[in-house]
Every structure is written in structure tokens, then in C-alpha cells.
């Protein structure tokens, strides 16, 4: 296969006293859909945060596009073409629609492009084009989820992860989100990195998928092979009663 | 009638300088969640270029013996100079420091200034006539207003106008209020983190040089000790604006520009020697009332 997009070796994370990953490895190609999952405390925002620069890894090499970037700043893992929309959204409430769209074009320089991706992602999600001069921070959790997604789009990013996009959102709005994603994946070639807390949403955006537990991958694999006993035993850590299964 | 339009303009210009002053310090706040105690030391530092360096009571010109516009870009150029050069020795290596380390290290920054300037020009009060004209009265309704007043109240609603212009419509404008608003996510962007606080030292250096100049035309004086009394006020102006809001800050400042004017005119003559008591009385009661300022943002939480 040719070089991998993403390649992450033996990466552990400590926050303190505390092991959030613990030699933690993951390959991504280019086009792949990746989603990862697992229970709370797992290691998945933890993951995000590494290799988006946030985090200091105690050990261990993240490269990305070919550059190693373990302990690189935010802004230039950006710069590489990794864009992630973290927990919580984090959009710029006082600043309208627009001008969250645009921080993050500063990385680019041809500005026809720029335009064109701005009026394509207005076409994807309608409602920010009616509230394109409205404030952000007035926005629907859902619309607001829209906006982040893709003002992270507008840096033209060679991934895009996403941290729980469903995070706070009515089951209906959640849906939504994700079929605009899996749009946005079919017309450009998107690379996505998804996090979510349930592995059933891996079942409709396909893909591979990897589940984390105690900072370590427990259970990886194309999300339609694996069987439900096998994901309790990775999520639980042992054999739960099926009812549990969607917790 | 005239009267009031006299206090009028000495709320404005008064207010001038309080709202500069904080502004200097919120930019710095807003993109680094550091109170500068430094600020008023680099205002001292950039208005005593002004004079060349002696013991003597009198001091010889030095930039201040030049041609105007060569001495406010020479003045402004200092400041921004100097406070940028704070940032890349002292507060660059201080980004992951606790809170009051770095509060410590600009206190501790503002001593050195303070001590440089001692060792340079003494701690005499040096007299400094730089534009004697300003301080003649111009007419206006009957009030007469010194130009000075009228030129610093011109130049601070200019700089007021043109910063939200700035801060709105260009690329380093946006990355600045992203900045403020969520520093990590700014970042995770790829707006270039120490290029925007670079920025906003250098915006804020300059803006204390700016009220040095004032102040020096108002008092005809300098003293390396002025900077304190400046940014305790400047930094009660953004506290009582709400940390983190620009527009908070700004209004903070002519609202202790007003307080202060109105107590200096109506208070009966025994009290006005505890104007400030007064004033600081209010910023109490304005405090317990709204604890976090009046214009609060989502900025003002801390940041991990």
C-alpha cells in the first residue's frame, strides 16, 4: 500500500499521574474513513488532542503526510493539513458565521478556491448561509455542529477529524450532521477521522473502525464483521448482558 | 452651561487616557489571559526617551529636541519596541507557566524598567516643555478648552474607530478577536499563536507611549514612577469593563473619567482631596453588583 496519511507509533499520553494512552498505534490512509470509539475515559479525545498538537506525547511518533509532527504547535499541525473539530464545538460565539468560516482560510492562498469552497459549503448547509451574518454563538447546538464542520472545510484539510459530532444533539439532529458528512465525503474525497462514544453510528459511515479502552486499542476492524459479543467484550472489558450493548 | 461643557471636555480627555490605558492592557489580556503590570513602566520607559539621560534636575532635550512627527513615531516606536521585546525575553518563555508566575514576572519586568530608568536619569521629577502651544485655551461655545484636551480626545475616538475597523475588516484583526475568543481553537486554525500576541504587545506598547506623550504635555513633567497610578487606574477600567472585552475596557475607562470629574466638581471642597476614595468606593459597589464587569465574555474563563 503507498505511505500512510496518518502513522501514529507506540504513543502514550500522561496527564500528571494519569495514563490517558498507552503505546497507543494507528495507520490511516488517504480516503479512509475511520471511526473510533470506546467508553468514557478511553483515550479518545486524548488521541485527538495529540495529534493536533494540544497535547505533549510523554513518548512516541506521530507523523503525519509524511512529517513527523510529535510535539509540533496547533498551528502548524494545521498547517500540514490536519483540521480538527474538537468536544464541544468551540465556535466563536461573538463573531458572525461568516467570520468563523474565514480563520480558517489564513493557510491558504488562492482565493478563487477559497471562494468556491465558501459557496459549496453554503450550498451543503443552507442554514449558514441564512445566518451567514448572524452570531455564531446564537446558533442550534445542530447548527452550530454544521458551522464547525465546516469552518474546519474552509482550511481545506488533508483530514478531517471530528471529535463526537452528536455530542448534546437531539438523535434527529445527529442524523442529520452525518448525512452531511457522508455528502461531503462522497463529493470531495474527504479523509475523516470520527470519534463517537457509540460504535452504531460506524455502521452507517462504514469505513473501519477502532475501539480504545484504558488508552490502548482494544478491538479494530471493519464495523460490519465484527460481532456484537466481540464489541461488548472490547467495550466492557468482559462479557456484559446484550442489553447493554448501546449504552 | 459653559461650566459643563468645561467638565465635559475634562470627562472626555480625562476618559481619553483611562480608556487608552486599558485598552493596552485588555489586548494583552485577551490573547494571553496576562495582566501586564509592565504597561505603565513602558509608558514611563518610552516618554523618557524624550530627555537625554542626566542627574541634573534639568534635563537637556533628547528625542523630544526633534521634528514633532519624528518624536511621536520615535516615542510610539519605543514603546511598541519595548513591550515586544517583553514578550520575546520574559512572557514567551512563560506560556505554560501558572498564572501568577507570570503575574510575578511582569511585576518583577516593571522593576527593572523602573530601576534602568533610575540608574539613567535619577529619581528626580524632570520638567519637559515639549509643545507649550497645546496648552493654550481655544474658544468653543464659550467653554475654553485647552487644545491639548481637544487634541487628545480627537486622536483617542480616531484610534477607537480605527482599531474596531482593524479589528473587523482585516486578517490580523480576526485572528486577534479569534484569538481572544478561543486561543487553542485560533490555533488549531493556523493562526500563527506568537505572531498575534506579538501584535498585541506591540499595539499595546505603542497605545502607553501614546498617553506618556499626554500625560507629559498635561503635567510638563516625567518621573519614572508615573507609569503606577496610570496602570492601577487603567487596570481597574478593564475590571470593572468585564477582563477580556475590549469595548468593556475602553468604556471602563471613560466611566472612571466621568466618576472622577463629576466627584472633582461636585463634591464640597473638604472631600475633593478623597476624590479617588470615592471613586474607588464606587468601583466596590459596581463590583459587588456585577463581579464580573459590566460587558462579561465568554473570554473571561480561565484557560487550561
Redesign the interface.
Known amino acids: 500500500m503507498t505511505t500512510p496519511l496518518l502513522h501514529i507509533q507506540d504513543l502514550h499520553v500522561r496527564y500528571g499521574g494519569i495514563a490517558a494512552l498507552r503505546g497507543l498505534d494507528l495507520t490511516l490512509h488517504a480516503g479512509e474513513t475511520v471511526m473510533v470509539t470506546g467508553p468514557n475515559g478511553a483515550g479518545k479525545s486524548t488521541l485527538m488532542k495529540a495529534i493536533a498538537g494540544l497535547v505533549k506525547p510523554r513518548q512516541g511518533r506521530i507523523v503525519f503526510d509524511g512529517q513527523l509532527t510529535t510535539g509540533r504547535a496547533p498551528e502548524t499541525v494545521a498547517a500540514s493539513g490536519f483540521s480538527l473539530v474538537p468536544e464541544g464545538r468551540q465556535v466563536f460565539g461573538s463573531m458572525t458565521v461568516l467570520e468563523n468560516l474565514r480563520i480558517g482560510t489564513g493557510l491558504r492562498r488562492n482565493a478563487l478556491a477559497v471562494a468556491a469552497d465558501l459557496e459549496y459549503l453554503l450550498d451543503v448547509f443552507p442554514l449558514l448561509r441564512e445566518r451567514a451574518h448572524g452570531q455564531a454563538g446564537l446558533l442550534s447546538g445542530g447548527q452550530q455542529q454544521m458551522l464547525v464542520i465546516a469552518r474546519a472545510l474552509m482550511a481545506a484539510p488533508r483530514l478531517l477529524a471530528i471529535d463526537e459530532p452528536s455530542l448534546g444533539l437531539a438523535p434527529r439532529v445527529t442524523d442529520q450532521v452525518y448525512e452531511a458528512l457522508l455528502r461531503l465525503r462522497a463529493e470531495r474525497d474527504l479523509t475523516l477521522l470520527i470519534v463517537e462514544q457509540s460504535a452504531s453510528r460506524a455502521l452507517v459511515t462504514g469505513g473501519r473502525m477502532v475501539m480504545l479502552r484504558e488508552g490502548g486499542i482494544v478491538l479494530e476492524g471493519d464495523p460490519r464483521q465484527i460481532t456484537a459479543q466481540q464489541m461488548q467484550q472490547a467495550y466492557f472489558g468482559y462479557d456484559a448482558a446484550p442489553a447493554a450493548m448501546h449504552a | 452651561m459653559t461650566a459643563a461643557l468645561q467638565y465635559l471636555f475634562d470627562a472626555l480627555s480625562l476618559g481619553s487616557l483611562y480608556a487608552l490605558g486599558a485598552l493596552g492592557i485588555a489586548l494583552i489580556f485577551g490573547v494571553m489571559r496576562l495582566v501586564n503590570f509592565a504597561h505603565g513602566d513602558v509608558m514611563t520607559f518610552a516618554i523618557f526617551v524624550l530627555i537625554a539621560p542626566t542627574t541634573e534636575a534639568v534635563a537637556p532635550l533628547w528625542v523630544g529636541a526633534w521634528a514633532t512627527p519624528l518624536i511621536v513615531l520615535t516615542v510610539l516606536g519605543v514603546g511598541a519596541a519595548l513591550a515586544v521585546l517583553a514578550e520575546l525575553a520574559v512572557f514567551r518563555h512563560l506560556r505554560h507557566a501558572t498564572p501568577a508566575a507570570t503575574m510575578m514576572a511582569a511585576f518583577a519586568l516593571g522593576f527593572v524598567i523602573q530601576n534602568v530608568l533610575l540608574a539613567l536619569h535619577s529619581s528626580r521629577a524632570k520638567a519637559v516643555n515639549l509643545w507649550p502651544q497645546l496648552n493654550l485655551p481655544v474658544d468653543l461655545w464659550g467653554a475654553r478648552v485647552p487644545a491639548l484636551q481637544m487634541l487628545m480626545i480627537g486622536i483617542t475616538m480616531a484610534l477607537l474607530l480605527g482599531l474596531a475597523w482593524m479589528l473587523r475588516h482585516t ?1 490580523a484583526g ?2 486577534m ?2 484569538a481572544a ?2 486561543f ?10 506568537n505572531r498575534v500576541i506579538l501584535v498585541a504587545f506591540g499595539m499595546s506598547g505603542a497605545l502607553a507611549a501614546l498617553i506618556g506623550l499626554f500625560m507629559v504635555n498635561q503635567t510638563g513633567l516625567v518621573d519614572i514612577r508615573m507609569g503606577a497610578p496610570m496602570m492601577l487606574v487603567a487596570f481597574v477600567s478593564t475590571v470593572i469593563g468585564g477582563l477580556g472585552s475590549l469595548m468593556g475596557a475602553v468604556l471602563g475607562g471613560f466611566l472612571i473619567g466621568f466618576v472622577s470629574t463629576a466627584l472633582q466638581a461636585w463634591l464640597p471642597l473638604d472631600a475633593r482631596a478623597f476624590r479617588d476614595a470615592f471613586v474607588y468606593l464606587g468601583v466596590i459597589a459596581l463590583l459587588l453588583w456585577r463581579p464580573n464587569g459590566l460587558f462579561t ?2 473570554a473571561t474563563r480561565q484557560r487550561v
Open positions: 486578517r480576526l485572528e478577536r479569534a475568543e478561543d487553542d481553537m485560533a490555533r488549531m486554525l493556523g493562526v500563527k499563536a465574555t465568554g
